[in-house]
């Protein structure tokens, strides 16, 4: 009797504290399995940052600082409504434009690119912005009109895609433009193109790419090229992915265990704890992290059954 008296509390008790819970959610409007799963990505990437950095304090504790900033800025997301997000959308990607364009002029320049504005406590990257701006500009555009969009609909969606990827393009950062332009480009196949409309656009990206081949920059081409076959100069350009290959290809499948990289701890990798971080973690840490993004994806691109505004 005791025993079960003592269950019955204990079940009392987590019943309270799942409830508060709950309720604490729902008043923050945050969904519980999407904070688990980015939970878990924040702390696998400190576990792993700690380990590539070469247990720098001074890198997580920065990073920490960031992870507050971008939790404060998903908490007052959350309780703006998506009328007030669309609305606010053309003025958001007019600023990250504006914003492209004080960097073209007095941007700051590093590694040879000048990608960044000195707001004296942090240098802020506005090509960033325009990853949100752009497809959150294209919904906006789309909202009112019959779908899937028409020719001349088509049209102004590509000024609002390469306006700023072109943009970021010319610092020159051509991995960050690609990635702006998907963004844009994801919207648009997701409004309803036929299959034929998919078709004649994938014959003019590769026509464009071909096309671009002849305006990249020596070393953009290059890297394609080293891309390829690393091989081809494994002393210079091809030196960097080629230590990736060895990090990943002697930890196998579990990895060598945290700190114990020795392409990272040794130093062989550059820029070990941005770029190369992945190549410290093995193909079991990318899956365990690939697992708790599916969770994080799944959860927000299908919300709640009975949720509003979704």
């Given amino acids: 009797m005791i025993e079960d008296s003592g269950y019955a509390s204990g079940y009392a008790r987590t019943r309270r504290t799942l409830s508060s819970t709950a309720k604490l959610l729902s008043a923050l409007n945050l969904d519980g399995p999407l904070l688990v799963g980015l939970g878990l990505l924040a702390l696998y ?12 304090v001074d890198t997580i504790v920065r990073t920490l600082i960031r992870m507050a900033l971008g939790t404060a800025a998903m908490l007052a997301l959350t309780h703006a409504s ?10 958001i990607y007019v600023f990250g434009v504006l914003l492209l364009l004080v960097v073209e002029l007095t941007g700051v320049i590093g590694k040879g690119a000048q990608r960044w504005l000195n707001l004296g406590i942090v ?3 506005p090509s960033e912005v325009m990853k949100l701006a752009v497809p959150m500009l294209a919904a906006w555009y789309l909202h009112d009109r019959p779908l899937p969009p028409d020719w001349r609909a088509m049209l102004t969606l590509a000024v609002i895609i390469f306006l700023p990827a072109g943009l970021v393009a010319m610092q020159p950062d051509l991995g960050t433009a690609a990635l702006i332009a998907a963004s844009g480009a994801l919207l648009v196949l997701m409004a309803g193109l036929s299959l034929r409309v998919v078709f004649v656009l994938l014959l003019l990206a590769v026509g464009g790419a071909v096309a ?3 305006v990249l920059h020596d070393y953009q081409r290059e890297r394609v090229l080293t891309f390829l076959d690393p091989q081809t ?3 210079g350009a091809g030196y960097h992915i080629i230590q ?20 990272a701890q040794l130093q062989f990798l550059p820029e070990r704890s941005t770029d190369f971080r992945r190549g410290r973690g093995g193909i079991r840490a990318d899956r365990t992290a690939a697992a708790a993004g ?15 505004d979704q």
Avoid at 82 to 89: I, V
Avoid at 294 to 308: M, Q
């Fill in 233 to 235: 100069d494994p002393l």
């Fill in 244 to 263: 990736s290959q060895i990090a990943l290809g002697s930890g196998g499948v579990f990895g060598k265990g945290w700190m114990h990289g020795s392409q």
């Fill in 123 to 125: 240098r802020f990257q």
């Fill in 294 to 308: 599916a969770v994080s994806v799944h959860r927000g691109a299908f919300p709640v059954a009975g949720d509003s």
């Fill in 45 to 56: 990437g400190l576990a792993i940052l700690y380990s590539a950095s070469g247990q720098s």
């Fill in 82 to 91: 998506p009328n007030l997000l669309r609305r606010l959308s053309p003025w």
């Fill in 212 to 214: 671009g081949w002849h």
